[in-house]
């Protein structure tokens, strides 16, 4: 059974950094492509980055050349290394990874900016 296991969040001030990691269980690692999602309160939910089986990162536009996706297949790990936080990145953020026709996700890690 696939898992997907997000750490890292946390109270953050404007202008911080903070490292988000997604540890799976499950599945041939290195075989997929990991994506990263956001929910911020009281807005859809929206991707952030995905990284490729060969480590190429894609972001949307809000947080690029701010946020890094990286994984490290030994470790069966994905993060996210998010600077220069801002307010409107506050949400839970959770890993997923499709397995066939279905997208997994973990429990989410929350993110808050301090007010």
């Known amino acids: 059974q696939v898992q997907l296991v997000e750490s890292g969040g946390g109270l953050v001030q404007a202008g911080d950094s903070l490292r988000l990691s997604c540890v799976a269980s499950g599945l041939t690692f290195y075989n997929y492509e990991i994506q990263w999602f956001r929910r911020a309160p009281e807005k859809e939910r929206e991707i952030v980055a995905a990284i490729s089986t060969s480590g190429a990162g894609t972001y949307t536009e809000s947080v690029k050349g701010r946020f890094t996706i990286s994984r490290d297949n030994a470790k069966k790990t994905v993060y996210l290394q998010m600077n220069s936080l801002k307010p409107e990145d506050t949400a839970i953020y959770y890993c997923?990874?499709?397995?066939?026709?279905?997208?997994?996700w973990g429990q989410g890690t929350q993110v808050t900016g301090a007010p």
């Open positions: 997923a990874v499709w397995e066939n026709t279905y997208l997994y």
